[in-house]
Structures are given as C-alpha cells and as structure tokens.
C-alpha cells in the first residue's frame, strides 16, 4: 500500500528550465563571470543554488561567496514568470489527494514558499522539505527523510515521484520507492509525463 506521494518540483511540477538558466545568469552578469555552459544549465535544473555556486567556482571559496552576495537581494519571483507548470497543476493535486497524501520535497530553499503561492498550491502539500530547512540538499537523502517524518508516513509507504539521477538516489537511500518522471530519470518505474502517474501508482501499489 503507498500513503504518500512526494513530488520534485523543478522539472515534475513544472519546467523551469528557462527560469533556472535566466536566473543564475543575472546573478553572474552583477559580478562579472561567464553566462551558464551547456553542463552548467543542466545541472542548475536539479541542483541547489549551493551546489549550482559551487559547481561554478570550482573549489574557490571568494567566488562563492561573491555569488550568494549577489544573490541575496536579488527578487527571483520575475524569474517565476518563465515557468511551464504542469496543465490544471491544482487540480491534478487535489485529485491525487482523494487517494494519497501529498508531499513536495526539493532543493529550492529560499523561493519555495513564493513558488507554492505563485502556482495555487497553497494548503495542497501536507509535507514540505527542502534545501531552506538545516539538511543536506540531495541526492543525500536528508530532504526525502524530512518530507517523511513531517507526514508522519514510513519510507515503505511512501513513494518519490523525481526527474533525475540526484532524486532516484535520494528517494532510494531514504527507503522510499521510486518513480522516474522524463528521460532525465531511467528506472523501471518510468513515466513520461505526470498524466501517467496516476495509473503507475496503482500499478506499483498493486505490487
């Protein structure tokens, strides 16, 4: 039996592909450094902003500590603006509920509760973790735990619907099942869009 459904939010609820890469430019753009490279605007759709900094200074610690300078009065809700959710996102949610409950665990930290209200999802979620709560952002397992003690369900009843190799491992170390949302994410529980996951969960529960 699954109780629980925990999503990712970048790249499972919505696309934020265009609003990750506009983002962390804006920021390089204020103190000089290089738009994203092709692995860099890979790697920002699923990592934190830590790890996106890090990855980019390369082990330098005054360039990381220039980027969160630079981020930190910067207003990210325009960069919301760029965002492709999920069609009829709220209610796809609210359907879901009627079964399970529902839990969003991600690496976002500062944005997350601006992005829950600029999406409509208020008072969906009845579990949220994610890299502003004092944890490792994934793949350590921190975020997928967290999101499972605050719901109050065990690992084995829960399942984390994710879109890439970081979120597989997490939901795996956490001892949760797993469900692999695009070709970002191979596994044999696989989906290619969200409108399939309601008749993957009832297979895998099924199970």
Do not use: W
């Amino acid at each position: 039996m699954l109780d629980l459904v925990i999503f990712d939010a970048d790249g499972v609820l919505f696309d934020s592909t265009e609003s990750n890469i506009a983002y962390y430019n804006a920021i390089f753009r204020m103190i000089g450094e290089p738009s994203l490279n092709p692995d860099e605007e890979r790697a920002c759709i699923f990592m934190s902003a830590p790890q996106v900094f890090a990855l980019r200074a390369a082990g330098d610690p005054v360039r990381v500590a220039r980027m969160r300078e630079a981020a930190r009065p910067l207003d990210s809700t325009p960069f919301f603006e760029l965002f492709r959710p999920f069609p009829e996102l709220r209610a796809f949610l609210l359907d879901l509920k009627r079964t399970y409950r529902v839990g969003l665990a991600t690496n976002r930290s500062a944005t997350i509760p601006a992005i829950i209200d600029f999406l409509g999802l208020a008072g969906i979620f009845d579990a949220v973790a994610s890299a502003r709560d004092p944890v490792r952002p994934k793949p350590a397992p921190d975020i997928v735990e967290l999101c499972l003690t605050r719901s109050g369900v065990t690992a084995d009843r829960a399942v984390y619907v994710g879109d890439s190799e970081t979120d597989r491992i997490a939901a795996e170390a956490a001892g949760a099942h797993f469900i692999g949302l695009g070709e970002r994410a191979p596994h044999f529980h696989q989906i290619a869009s969200l409108a399939e996951l309601p008749e993957k969960l009832r297979e895998l529960a099924g199970r």
